[in-house]
């Protein structure tokens, strides 16, 4: 059977490493030793671990900000509710896998410290989704199929803190699973957000 290329294994290895040791403990040697190849062969595809988080994120989870981008540019295909369905059940199933990676960084705060400034100059982070939320509404704003006051900005950071929420909060029960499945909840933030919105 044909080998994957270097950098499919790369980020194969970084994904499984990031889920099962975390962010903090992912080292680039780490990586490159699963992947079957040098640490100079990882640094010809990727600045460092930064980059390859941002990469882990953009190329193995729910892809929630092509989804984003999409709808900005003709939000008009689908309504609003079913818009706004398809970024929180994208996002919680985002959250929901990214969480395990990054969660490691908040025991340390130096470290997270040093991550997130690493994530700046790479022009990455956590605030990017809710800037491309805000940008959806702004356009179905402007296409006046929501309330021309509405404040975007906090309904995007409520759908998305919702989204985030659910991936937080449910670990913690002795169920595990949240009350309502995946998609019922993705409709009822919805529509709860649009609520907020319409016109």
């Known amino acids: ?5 270097t950098r499919v294994r790369i980020l194969d ?7 099962t040791v975390g962010l903090v403990h992912t080292t680039t040697k780490a990586i490159a030793k699963a992947a079957g190849c040098s640490e100079a062969a990882l640094y010809k595809h990727f600045t460092g671990k ?3 988080f941002v990469a882990v994120l953009h190329e193995r989870l729910p892809e929630l900000t092509p989804l984003v981008r999409g709808l900005t540019r003709d939000p008009q295909q689908q309504s609003v509710e079913a818009n706004l369905t398809a970024i929180a059940r994208t996002a919680a199933l985002f959250y929901q896998q990214s969480f395990p990676i990054a969660a490691s960084l908040y025991a340390d705060p130096g470290l997270k410290k040093r991550h997130e400034a690493a ?15 805000d940008a959806y509404l702004g356009a179905e704003r402007l296409a006046g199929r929501i309330d021309a006051e509405a404040d975007t900005y906090a309904a995007a950071s409520l759908l ?40």
């Open 1 to 5: 059977m044909e080998q994957k290329p």
């Open 13 to 19: 290895a970084a994904h499984d490493l990031m889920l």
């Open 50 to 52: 930064e980059e390859l």
């Open 119 to 133: 994530m700046r100059l790479i022009g990455a982070g956590p605030h990017l989704p809710i800037r491309g939320v």
């Open 160 to 199: 998305l803190g919702a989204c985030s929420q659910r991936a937080f909060a449910y670990d913690m029960t002795e169920e595990g699973e949240p009350p309502q499945s995946l998609d019922e909840f993705a409709v009822s933030i919805a529509r709860a957000v649009l609520r907020g919105i319409s016109r």
